[in-house]
């Protein structure tokens, strides 16, 4: 079973950059796609971004809040899912969760959360 975990969070003034990480222990090529979720205090966790892994190229999603302002990637390489964060807001504040998907069985695996803050 592949490990998620995330890293670069953190405490970041409004109109500031963050770029998550999210290392797998084996091959991203275990999922279909992987993905970033966002959970807020009171909220449910929502969609943030999500890249195919099954092709070269193109097929990523964001969610309309953060359309223009994130870009997620891949690294091949080293196993690894990059959310670069530009122009944050305070309402971007949450813990970011990196997830896989496997369609064969649905099966989901989740890293541990890493925590972004907004504020001044």
């Known amino acids: 079973q592949v490990q998620l975990v995330e890293s670069g969070g953190g405490l970041v003034e409004p109109g500031g950059s963050l770029r998550l990480s999210c290392v797998a222990s084996?091959?991203?090529?275990?999922?279909?796609?992987m993905g970033w979720y966002r959970q807020a205090p009171g909220k449910e966790r929502e969609l943030v971004a999500l890249i195919p892994i099954t092709i070269s190229s193109g097929g990523t999603i964001y969610a309309d809040s953060v359309k223009g302002r994130f870009t997620i990637s891949r690294d091949n390489a080293k196993n690894t899912v990059y959310l670069q964060m530009n122009s944050l807001k305070p309402e971007d504040t949450a813990v970011y969760f990196c997830?896989?998907?496997?369609?064969?069985?649905?099966?989901?695996?989740w890293g541990q959360g890493t925590q972004v803050t907004v504020s001044s």
């Open positions: 997830n896989g998907y496997k369609a064969k069985g649905g099966f989901n695996s």
């Open positions: 084996g091959s991203i090529f275990s999922f279909n796609t």
